[in-house]
């Protein structure tokens, strides 16, 4: 069983920035893949931003060039850096963490973390 802790939600105003931490009870070097998803008030998640044990990583086209993932297998966390927030941002933000070492599949989720951006 993997846990996963999530901190750094916040209000700000649009334009600002927030950084989003996610601490993992197991390694995080060992999952396929780690991501953050986010899910606003009557919609579906939305997965933001994944990174590969690869290096690699991949944004939804609303965030590419504002946020960034990055983690610290050091420190067993994952990270969000958001920058140039928009109202269109605010959501509950999840860390999810792969189950499978070979292929990703997301089966752990954080308790999530409340980000709101006014206008």
């Known amino acids: 069983q993997v846990h996963l802790v999530e901190s750094g939600g916040g209000s700000v105003q649009a334009g600002g920035s927030l950084r989003l931490s996610c601490i993992s009870s197991?390694?995080?070097?060992?999952?396929?893949?780690m991501g953050w998803f986010r899910q606003a008030p009557g919609t579906e998640r939305e997965r933001v931003a994944t990174?590969?044990?690869?290096?690699?990583?991949n944004y939804v086209d609303s965030v590419q060039g504002r946020f960034t993932i990055s983690k610290d297998n050091a420190k067993n966390t994952l990270y969000l850096q958001m920058n140039s927030l928009k109202p269109e941002d605010t959501a509950m933000y999840y860390c999810?963490?792969?189950?499978?070492?070979?292929?990703?599949?997301?089966?752990?989720w954080g308790q999530g973390t409340q980000v709101t951006v006014s206008s």
């Open positions: 197991t390694a995080t070097y060992s999952r396929y893949c």
């Open positions: 999810a963490a792969g189950r499978s070492p070979y292929y990703c599949d997301y089966g752990y």
């Open positions: 990174i590969y044990n690869s290096g690699r990583m």
